[in-house]
């Protein structure tokens, strides 16, 4: 069941009093000029506007390829730069605020604004509209692309991008179409493996689920688990059998996070499956309470 329980919504984000360094780009030698007199720093700099290139960006603790994972950022993301250093970039998601370390080679230009987003888990990059090709790319649920184009190959629909690489069509929405249920897209994820900072379709931890399945629901949340529990929608008092829970409520253990699924099925990202799955709300509670102790809360968006 561990699970990152670090980040939180923007909706809240004004509640957060403490300058938290997961949010907020600062250290003793260097820190974001926004936060000039709420910070002690020997320097502040301005950030600089880039964009993830590479699928699947890991933001890390620390500038090192053994550091810790501590989230990803996603093909199409925007970040701002503070210092880019011996092939690693300390940057700033825009989206969610997290700040962490990335190689520098995943970072490219804001060239062209992204019209569409990927809607399905995972989908591939071809070099030219044709199935056929070798793929030139894999692109999780939650990307962001700019289409110029369409082509037709042999039946099939095909979004083009300004590179000349090809999309399956069908694997994207425009970007402001939303999803009507973000538990519905959580459980297009079931069967995905646990990654330990996962936040993609490729590899996913329990509040990256919950944090990609509200943002293609058109509602973007933090990160982490901890910030989750103090920000989602409204604390929730269950009763003493649960009985109060619904489709969509938030269920919190002490750095994990759950999202029922009906009253008494949930479904989360878990190191005890190492997969996105489905688990009765007892049994969870019955199993990961004998390490761990019971839910720390509960909460409904």
């Known amino acids: 069941m561990n699970c990152p329980s670090d980040h939180q919504p923007f909706d809240r984000i004004a509640d957060l009093t403490a300058r938290d360094a997961r949010l907020h780009a600062f250290r003793a030698d260097l820190a974001d000029a926004r936060l000039k007199g709420e910070v002690v720093a020997d320097r ?9 290139s590479a699928s699947v960006a890991d933001i890390r603790k620390a500038p090192r390829a053994d550091a810790g994972i501590n989230t990803q950022a996603l093909f199409g993301d925007d970040v701002l730069v503070f210092e880019d250093a011996e092939g690693w970039a300390w940057i700033q998601a825009e989206r969610d605020g997290y700040v962490g370390y990335v190689d520098a080679t995943m970072l490219g230009g804001r060239d062209h604004a992204p019209t569409h987003i990927v809607s399905v888990p995972r989908t591939f990059l071809y070099p030219g509209a044709d199935l056929r090709f070798p793929i030139a790319g894999r692109l999780s649920m939650g990307s962001t692309v700019t289409v110029t184009g369409s082509a037709e190959t042999r039946g099939t629909h095909y979004a083009v991008l300004p590179s000349g690489e090809a999309i399956i069509a069908g694997h994207l929405r425009p970007i402001g179409e939303v999803a009507a249920d973000y538990v519905a897209v959580a459980e297009a994820f079931l069967g995905t493996p646990y990654l330990w900072g996962g936040a993609s379709g490729f590899g996913i931890d329990c509040s990256g689920l919950v944090q990609l399945g509200m943002r293609m629901a058109g509602r973007d949340v933090l990160r982490d688990s901890d910030m989750q529990a103090a920000s989602i929608g409204e604390p929730l008092d269950p ?15 002490k ?3 759950a999202v029922m699924t009906d009253t008494e099925t949930m479904i989360h990202a878990n190191g005890h499956t190492m997969l996105v799955s489905r688990e009765g709300l007892k049994d969870a509670i019955a199993r990961i309470g004998y390490l761990y102790g019971g839910p720390t809360g509960f909460r409904r968006p």
């Open 44 to 52: 502040f700099v301005a950030g600089r506007p880039a964009r993830i």
């Open 239 to 253: 009763g003493p059998d649960h009985a109060g829970l619904r489709r969509g409520d938030l269920v919190f253990w």
């Open 255 to 257: 750095g994990h996070v």
